[in-house]
């Protein structure tokens, strides 16, 4: 993917464009106003300005700009003043100078002859004034924005200008813009003083331009790469860049998918340039602490120094000087950017690297709080493998690795172990050195990758793993490999894993009782009852057997919630939660935070399936803290992200559920697990016709295409598959798709999602007249169960949009006399479930069934229900549909008003839909009429535009589905 050199779009600067604007308002208020805008080089001061200034011109006011030319002291004098009035000049011509041109020609010689050198160069103060009454002058014409770019290279007399025009002119109607580089102000800098002098005036304020966040970094990268980059690469462009804009927009040109790759040259000698104007002995030091890392406290610096205090001392101060390092508080040291510090550090000779990093892990070894207990370890890992050293790396990163898991970092656990696997083969003894053979280590590497989120890594270790494991002499051991082999299989699309589990099962069935013998066992059952119900069932009963002879509180755990999820058919819904209840209060008891955060996934699950949202939102939050607490928010946590999504997406709570989805797309979950919320996430944004759905919905759907994906998954992106051709018009893809879902085997078996698939296909087939369809809806649908609230909800829906299903005569469209009944009962249910988007969508049929029957009270009060949920949602396609219902029936409604009931349609136009109707053309309307052909085509056409429909045989079918033939007493 090739990214744009820059970005189109203006990011992160809200506040602060509203910030010029409000100065804009004041000025208009008379008030003399000056902005001083200051941010490090590449940080968007000139994009924000030119944001600003488009603003302005588009509410009628002047905008002159000026920018300063980078020749220090001796430059040009007035050189942003000259820019400005040039491009006066162009626009408006001499006139503009009002009949001083000679006096402005000393400073802009295109104006012709220069007056006298003695007005303007022995007076200063006289050019001053000019300049002053030019800009008043302008001002009261119209209001006027100058705006002085880079103002830490203005010449002492731009300087004075611009102090006269601010604390002597004043001049009213008139807003003055500074930019200027925070970063290159060094201590002796004249701006420095300039800027503090400014801050005392009267109507002069400062507004300094932060770094991005990582949201902003994600969508200027989204911006330059026309699609939302991978979380990987933001998080490392972020990391690199620190959301400096500048270096986003040259990180994503490197085309590098990851954000990893070196440097780009012209970055690296931008970054370097002003190192190399420093003395050799800072540039010395400045290497020396680019190997330390972007912070580095003063005493570890002056450890691996080797040079005097002084000297250390003068160099470190040239550094901070130069805007390349800044002293912390805390007395340590920053490179202003990590950038700065990345190519300082790269361009150092590969063996003065190496005897650094030496340097910094035998001083961190020697004294750990040089850089804290806390973080000794991995620094000592980092410093020794980048001085190659293999036996101390090893090491080292073995016992980083296990401090890292004391504090739940798995993912830095997991990095640190795949550094001990690359050096084991370079270190001969490195079995003696650690105590632990290789296959241990690939466990413990493996683990953590896992937990870590990392699937496709843990799955390339189990095969790893079984190569070294003899199932015959540790069966327990190689069932546990092979039973986490088969679930990352599945997780990760690439097969059932049904073929590992059951080797899995082989092997464990017989060994001896224990508690991880159980846990296995548990772990089969819930994965198998995927591929067959029977075969969960069978082995989740015996997990409970074993469980509960062994008494084990952490097996008792695992055995429930895998009962209380495989076998709900045998249970009810209320014995399954209080299953679940269980399992969760007995985790909390014994402080077994895993299998807490496992317990609440499944019970926020089970909550929503019956229909109880808020209980299930509650309790996806609660898990989602203790996810986080231990380190497991990128695998079992990111269940809980994406079930408390969905809860809220039930509950009408969109744009939380939609702000949770991105909190999930930035954890990044691995495989499948990153399906849920995206499903979600276009769906909402498909509901909301959000410019980016397009490419969620394909992003999504995209996982169809896996070797395998679990009916629970597969079953929603099919019904979102229909939902998105549906919205774009394309009734024969909604048709195709609805026919290829409804053909899934064992659909049956997955109520909880087939029924609003079922829901979705029926209106496809309704409103593509496809009777194929709409009799493999009857045919599907009954073999479906209807055992909670929102099932028996889309159930009753289905039906009520199957009474309006095309005849044998081949009509369509048209609702059956007991199509309002069934309306009504599907709204009904969709109240007891409590919905609110399904339900508008269901008074949606409810009003087009009453309009069939001539209910007009009924049209009126269905569609302001509806049209009342359709703006709380931000739901604008249902809307619209309900404004075109509403049209088509004479109803004239408002976002939160009554409708009131004037008639769409004329009573000549109604006579004229009638014939349209019958058929007739437009000559024999007019002979039925005793009108012209040419007057009969105007009333057609009215209709269409009308009615919303494409042609006359639209027309007169929504004219028989709306009952709009029916003659009005």
């Not at 603003?55 to 700009?65: K, P, W």
């Not at 790759?261 to 104007?277: M, S």
Request: charged letters at 25%.
């Amino acid at each position: 993917m090739t990214a744009r050199a820059t970005s189109s779009v203006l990011v992160g600067r809200d506040a602060d464009l509203a910030a010029l604007r409000d100065a804009l308002k004041r000025v208009r208020g008379d008030e003399s106003t000056t902005v001083l805008l200051g941010g490090e080089a590449g940080i968007g001061k000139t994009r924000l300005v030119e944001e600003f200034r488009r603003h302005a011109l588009a509410d009628g006011v002047r905008v002159l700009t000026g920018q300063c030319v980078e020749l220090g002291e001796e430059g040009l004098p007035f050189a942003p003043f000259v820019a400005a009035l040039r491009d006066l000049l162009r626009r408006d011509g001499t006139a503009a100078f009002d009949g001083h041109e000679h006096e402005f020609a000393r400073l802009l010689p295109e104006l012709g002859p220069a007056g006298p050198e003695g007005l303007v160069d022995a007076n200063r103060g006289y050019l001053f004034e000019l300049v002053a009454g030019l800009f008043g002058r302008l001002a009261r014409e119209r209001p006027l924005v100058l705006v002085v770019e880079d103002l830490h290279w203005a010449d002492r007399s731009t300087r004075d200008l611009i102090a006269f025009l601010i604390r002597s002119a004043r001049t009213a109607q008139a807003l003055l813009i500074c930019t200027f580089r925070s970063d290159e102000l060094h201590r002796g800098h004249p701006l420095r003083q300039f800027l503090a002098e400014l801050d005392r005036a009267r109507g002069v304020e400062r507004l300094d331009l932060d770094r991005l966040d990582r949201d902003g970094t994600m969508e200027i990268l989204a911006d330059l790469l026309g699609a939302e980059p991978r979380p990987v690469l933001v998080d490392n462009v972020y990391d690199r860049s620190q959301g400096n804009p500048f270096f986003v927009e040259e990180l994503a040109a490197s085309s590098d998918p990851d954000g990893c790759r070196d440097l780009p040259d012209t970055l690296r000698d931008l970054l370097l340039a002003r190192v190399d104007r420093l003395p050799d002995a800072a540039q010395r030091v400045l290497r020396l602490a680019a190997a330390g890392g972007t912070r580095i406290g003063h005493d570890l610096l002056a450890e691996v120094a080797e040079v005097h205090d002084h000297a250390l001392d003068d160099a470190l101060r040239t550094a901070v000087v130069a805007q390349l390092l800044v002293a912390g508080v805390d007395g340590g040291y920053e490179f202003r950017h990590a950038l700065v510090r990345e190519a300082v550090h790269e361009d150092s000779l590969p063996g003065e690297r190496a005897r650094l990093h030496a340097r910094y892990a035998a001083a961190i070894e020697a004294r750990p709080q040089l850089v804290g207990a806390d973080r000794a370890p991995a620094e000592i890992a980092h410093h020794w493998y980048s001085a190659h050293d293999h036996p101390r790396a090893l090491v080292s990163a073995w016992a980083a690795a296990t401090a890292a898991g004391k504090r739940y970092a798995y993912a830095e656990k997991s990095r640190l172990l795949e550094r001990v696997l690359e050096l084991w083969e370079q270190v001969p003894d490195a079995a003696e050195r650690l105590g632990m053979d290789h296959l241990a280590l690939l466990e413990e590497t493996l683990l953590a990758a896992s937990t870590a989120g990392d699937y496709a890594r843990a799955m390339s270790l189990t095969r790893a793993a079984l190569t070294e494991i003899d199932g015959d002499v540790e069966p327990l051991r190689a069932a546990q490999m092979l039973e986490r082999r088969g679930r990352l299989m599945r997780v990760l699309g690439k097969s059932d894993g049904a073929a590992e589990l059951r080797s899995a099962y082989e092997l464990v069935r017989d060994v001896p009782n224990e508690p991880e013998r159980v846990k296995i066992l548990a772990n089969i059952a819930t994965h198998l009852g995927k591929v067959g119900r029977e075969e969960g069932t069978r082995i989740a009963h015996q997990a409970m057997a074993d469980a509960e002879a062994l008494g084990d509180p952490a097996a008792r755990v695992a055995a429930i919630l895998t009962y209380g999820r495989v076998c709900t058919r045998e249970v009810s819904a209320e014995a399954g939660l209080a299953q679940l209840r269980k399992a969760e209060e007995l985790a909390r008891r014994t402080g077994d935070v895993p299998q807490l955060v496992h317990a609440l996934v499944n019970l926020s699950d089970a909550l929503f399936e019956v229909g109880r949202y808020t209980e299930s939102a509650r309790s996806a939050a609660d898990g989602t803290v203790e996810a986080k607490r231990v380190g497991i928010s990128r695998s079992t946590g990111a269940f809980l992200l994406s079930n408390h999504a969905e809860a809220l997406f039930a509950l009408g709570r969109w744009d939380e559920a939609d702000a949770l989805c991105a909190e999930t797309a930035r954890v990044d979950p691995p495989g499948t697990l990153g399906l849920h919320w995206l499903q979600i996430r276009a769906q909402l944004r498909l509901a909301r016709a959000h410019p980016g759905a397009d490419e969620l919905v394909a992003r999504a759907l995209s996982f169809l295409g896996r070797p395998y994906l679990e009916h629970q998954l597969a079953i929603p992106l099919h019904e979102l598959r229909v939902e998105a051709a549906l919205q774009r018009g394309d009734l024969a893809g909604a048709v195709e798709a609805a026919k290829t879902a409804i053909a899934i085997p064992r659909i049956e078996e997955f109520p909880r999602y087939t029924w609003q698939l079922m829901a979705v296909a029926a209106r496809a087939a309704v409103q593509r007249g496809d009777r194929a369809l709409a009799e493999q809806v009857h045919a599907a649908i009954a073999g479906l169960t209807t055992e909670h609230p929102a099932q028996r909800a889309s159930a009753a829906q289905t039906r009520a949009i199957l009474a309006g299903a095309p005849t044998g005569d081949g009509e369509r469209g048209r609702h059956s006399p007991g199509a309002l009944p069934a309306w009504q009962e599907a709204v009904a249910a969709w109240r007891t479930d409590g919905q609110p988007y399904p339900l508008a969508r269901t008074l949606l049929g409810l009003a087009e069934a009453a309009a069939a029957a001539g209910d007009r009270g009924l049209v009126g009060e269905a569609v302001e229900e509806a049209c009342c949920i359709a703006d709380d949602l931000h739901a604008a396609p249902l809307r619209e549909e309900l404004d075109t219902l509403a049209r088509r029936v004479g109803l004239r409604v408002s976002s939160r008003s009554a409708p009131d009931e004037p008639e769409l349609l004329t009573v000549r136009e109604q006579e004229v839909l009638r014939l349209v109707a019958e058929g007739l053309s437009n000559r024999r309307i007019a002979e039925q009429l005793y009108i012209s052909p040419k007057t009969a085509s105007v009333h057609v056409s009215r209709i269409i535009a009308k009615l919303a429909v494409a042609n006359r045989v639209e027309a007169a079918a929504v004219a028989h589905r709306l009952g709009l033939l029916e003659e009005r007493s």
